[in-house]
Every structure is written in C-alpha cells, then in structure tokens.
C-alpha cells in the first residue's frame, strides 16, 4: 500500500488561445515532476485554452480545437505521472469547464465544474452549463484518492462534501482566481473552512499571469487537515514545486515546505500593474511603449511601471510642451527620465495649435475661450502621440487614475487615447502612496534602477493639467483626499448620497461627484483597459448603462 504520495503543483502562465504553448509549458511541468519522481501533476483551471476566454468558448471550433490538443496531450502521458489539467468540455448540447485527468496515454477521468460564478467578471453561467457533482479519481493502486471541486466548487461546502462522502481523502482544487486587494485571506478562510468541514487536506492551485484587465496573482497552498498552512507558493511569480504527502493512521498529510512571504498590499498592487503590463506586451506581440510625460505624477507612475515591465530602453516618453508648461514640470519630466534612464523627447504643441485656432477663428468669433479650448491641447497631444506610435510602432499608454476615469476629468480622443492604462483602477491618493512605496524599495522583478525615481517634486507639488495660467485640479475637483473617499463609497461600496452625508461628506459635493460619475460613463466605455486592482474596477466588475436619468436623491 502507498504510504507515500509526491503531488507537482504547477502554478504557471497559460495564454489564451495559445494551446500549442499552453500544452508545451504543461508537458514541460509533466516532464519536472516525472524527474522528480511525482505521482501526479497538476495545473490550474482552464490552462490549455487560457483563462477567461470568455465568448471564445462559445466558438465551436475554438472548443474542438482545445479537445485536439489534449487529445494530443493525452498521448504525450506515458511511463511517468498522472496529469490534470482544465480545459472546455462539449457533452452533447451542453458546454462544460471541465478538468481532466491524463494517464497511460489516454484521457482518463473529466469532472465539470458544478457551482459557476456570476459576479464582478465572471460570466460562467452565460458561458456554460452546470456539471454533475463527480467522484473522486484515485492515484495508481494505493495512491489517495482525490476530489478536484473546480475553483468556485470550493467556495460552498456541497461538492467538496459529496468528493468526500464518495472517498476523496485528498482535495485538489484547479483555480482561475484573479487579483483584487487582499483577496489572499478571504482565499484562505473559505479553503480553511472546506478543511475543517471534511477533516482532509486540501491542494489550492492557482495560475499566474495577466489576461486583458485581469491579473492571475497564483499564491497557491496547501492545508492539512488541522488547517494549518503547509505549504505556501509565492505571489505573481511561476512556480513547480513538489510536494510530498505521507499517509498515516489518520489518513494524508503534507509535508511542510516552501511557505513564501506575502508582499503588502502596496507591493502586490504594484506588482499586479507591472505584470499586467508585462504580459499584455508579451502575449499581443509588442515590445516597446510611449507616454506623455507631464512632469505630474500619474505620467510618472505609469513610466516607472512600465520601465519596471519592460525595461528602462524599451520605454520612450514625449513631452509636449504648451505656453502653459511650467519650467518646473519640464524639469520635473527630466529627471524621471534621467533616473530610469529612459529616452525624452519633446514635440511642441504650440504650432499645431496656432493652426486649428487659426481654423477654427470663423466658427468661435466672439465666443469666450473655455473648455473647449483646453480639450483641443489635450486632443494635439493625443493626436501626435498616437501619430508616433503608428509611425514607431510603440503601444501608447494612457496615464488617468480611478479619480479622474471616474469623474471623466480626461478628455476622450486626447489624453484617453492609447492601448493599455495600467493606473485605471488606482485612486489619485493611493498614487501618491504607491510612489512613495517604489523610491523606497527595489525587488528583482524591477527592471528599472533603484533609487527615487519620481522626484519629490513630483509629489509635493499640487496637481495640475496645465491647460490654462495658474490652473490646479482642485479648481474643477474637490480636494483628492474627499474626492476618494466619496468615490469608494460610490463606486467600490455602492452607498447612497445618504450614507456618504452620514460619514461626514457635504451633501452637494456628494451630489456632484455621483453626477460627474454618472454623465462620464460614456466615456468609460470608449478607455483603454487597465489593470484591475479592485473587485469594483470599471469594466466588467461595474456595468452601468450610458444613458441613464436616475440620480440618487437620498
């Protein structure tokens, strides 16, 4: 009888839609724990197709396709470990997420998630059908017997309890389970939970990597039966560790090993923004990024992150100077340059702008200057900063906070135009915490230099886009600190105009922010994707309609 039992957890970085990758890195990790003399190895949650494919699973082809690759998977499988892998599954009408156990050449065991999720950016229940509960698979002869509840299965107690009435004495749940801020803990008591209810250990698997707004943060563990944690896999980084699990007269325990540290929170966000930018590079082919560079701090932000992601020669930023630029943001932009040691150049915008004045003379004579004319700086800028990443073939970056994207203090068609935000789901005073955070430290995933990057200039000087004489953000916007704090309860709280009141906020700034959030929607949904840091980012997690006459009068 197998008294001892070698488990490969694979915490890697799948593509979607990239099967022929996917199943290398998975053969790949078959191959490590075949060296290592596992029985099993697994990978997380939908890893040959990618994760979340979303409508692309409601393609025929794309999901035949997937069944050849495991299918020529399945094949690749002899004389070492088992593997387990997750991918879409058609039964007959009926469209399955499926995770399926690989053995001998052959396909040998499916179970298809049951309980589907349905909220924030999970749309499972328009995208397939629920599965049976199904038993547990057993490792060899003797080897423990293992449930493998899908993610969201694991989250309630009935599948995990039926694997376990049915003989599991091991859970291995398979994850797709992306990044907000601290959802480690809120992983880890619901798995604690599932281990105390059914007195066996339990394998929690997760991937890595980003996917569109979504970031795949791995973090994956092992609990014994007591609940206490085994086994610990690091945050954002790949990973195939081994682990070892005795069986004694109580039945399967891990043995304890690798237990990585969690960042904190500032970290992981900031970590989190630079892998999503990362892989959004890596996996739609491009290599190298422009930005305007302002001489503030969200254009600072954004090009230390991206010179953190991609390298400091593979980041070029543009300042584009008005009457209205500030000697000291010129010199503030040279020095963010100067410390990551990216390339600056600068595009006046004063020519063109003469020029559509000059046009436009006609049509405006008479009328006072305002908005509108600060709106065509914006759009001159984003104008040629698109023009250069057409000639160039540089992926422009936006550079608008969650406080600005939600109040629509940006202008579509200008400083909105780009392919990718990584700063979309970060509020104006977490920036100013999250620069602080990175000119005081330094990790080995960071690309650029140490050292204070963003000048403290930067910080201490009060906000500004400089469109017209003497302009500060707080002529248009309530200081950021309230301003914040009314946003989180509106959008990431989704409390009443009432309830900000009761927390201190006057009533008429409340009223005006829920109005700048509700008439900017139109805008929201023509912004480039960012980085989703929360579990109430704009896009998939908040979905309000554009036109839209209802206010709260609470």
């Keep these: 009888m197998m008294d001892t039992f070698r488990l490969t957890m694979a915490q890697l970085n799948p593509t979607v839609g990239d099967f022929a990758g996917n199943c290398a890195k998975a053969l790949k990790a078959w191959e490590e724990g075949k060296a290592a003399g596992s029985d099993l190895v697994a990978l997380p949650e939908m890893f040959l197709t990618g994760y979340q494919a979303q409508d692309l699973v409601q393609k025929p082809a794309f999901v035949a396709d997937a069944l050849v690759h495991l299918q020529e998977l399945a094949k690749a499988i002899l004389n ?12 007959g009408e009926k469209l399955h997420n499926s995770y399926f156990v690989l053995k001998n050449g052959e396909i040998v065991s499916r179970m298809d998630k049951h309980f589907l999720p349905n909220f924030n950016v999970f749309d499972e229940v328009r995208l397939f059908n629920r599965g049976d509960i199904s038993g547990p698979y057993a490792v060899g002869n003797n080897g423990p017997r293992i449930g493998s509840p899908i993610c969201e299965d694991a989250w309630y107690p009935d599948v995990c309890e039926a694997m376990v009435e049915a003989g599991a004495e091991l859970l291995l749940v398979p994850n797709g389970s992306p990044y907000f801020r601290n959802k480690f803990p809120i992983r880890l008591m619901n798995m604690v939970g599932r281990v105390v209810e059914n007195d066996v250990p339990l394998v929690y698997l997760n991937m890595v990597g980003g996917q569109d707004d979504q970031i795949f943060d791995g973090g994956s563990f092992v609990l014994n039966r007591s609940g206490k944690l085994a086994v610990q896999l690091p945050v954002f980084d ?11 007269d109580d039945g399967w325990t891990a043995k304890e090993a690798v237990r990585g540290l969690l960042p904190s929170d500032l970290e992981q966000d900031y970590r989190a923004m630079v892998e999503s930018l990362r892989d959004y590079m890596r996996k739609t ?11 503030g701090i969200d254009s600072a932000i954004v090009a230390t992150i991206a010179a953190d992601a991609l390298g400091p020669g593979n980041v070029r930023c543009v300042m584009l100077p008005s009457e209205y630029t500030s000697q000291a943001s010129l010199d ?29 003379a006609p049509l405006f004579e008479g009328l006072e200057e305002g908005l509108t004319e600060e709106n065509i700086q914006s759009r001159l800028r984003g104008l040629l900063l698109m023009a250069q990443s057409n000639k ?20 579509i068609y200008g400083d909105m135009s780009g392919g990718y ?24 995933w960071m690309l650029a230099p140490a050292g204070e990057v963003i000048p403290v200039s930067i910080i ?25 704090g009314i946003l989180e309860m509106l959008v990431d709280q989704e409390k009443s105009v009432a309830e900000c009141v009761e927390a201190g906020f006057d009533r008429e700034t409340v009223r005006r922010v829920e109005h700048l959030l509700y008439s900017s929607e139109y805008k929201r949904f023509q912004s480039a994707p960012g980085t989703r840091l929360s579990d109430r980012a704009f896009w998939l997690d908040r979905r309000y309609p554009i036109v839209n006459r209802w206010c709260d009068d609470s």
């Excluded at 020095?335 to 004045?357: F, N, Q």
């Excluded at 201490?460 to 914040?484: F, G, I, N």
């Design 238 to 248: 790949e990973a195939v560790v081994h682990v070892d699990f005795h069986r004694g």
């Design 285 to 295: 082919g491009f290599q190298k990024v422009l930005l305007g560079l302002s001489g």
């Design 460 to 484: 201490d000087k009060p906000p500004t886009a400089e469109l017209r004489h003497d302009q500060k953000d707080e002529d248009s916007l309530p200081p950021y600190d309230v301003l914040d």
């Design 80 to 91: 070492g470990p088992m593997l387990t892998i997750g991918a879409p599954f058609q039964n």
């Design 421 to 444: 935000n990584p700063i979309k789901d970060l509020y104006k005073t977490r920036v100013f915490d999250i620069c602080r955070w990175r000119n005081d430290n330094h990790r080995p």
């Design 332 to 360: 503030d932009a040279q020095s963010v340059v100067d410390e990551l040691g990216c390339r600056l150049d600068t595009v006046s915008i004063a020519g063109p702008r003469a020029a559509v004045t000059a046009a436009l």
């Design 392 to 411: 160039f073939g540089e992926m422009l970056l936006t550079t608008g906070n969650k406080s600005e994207v939600a109040v629509g203090y940006a202008t």
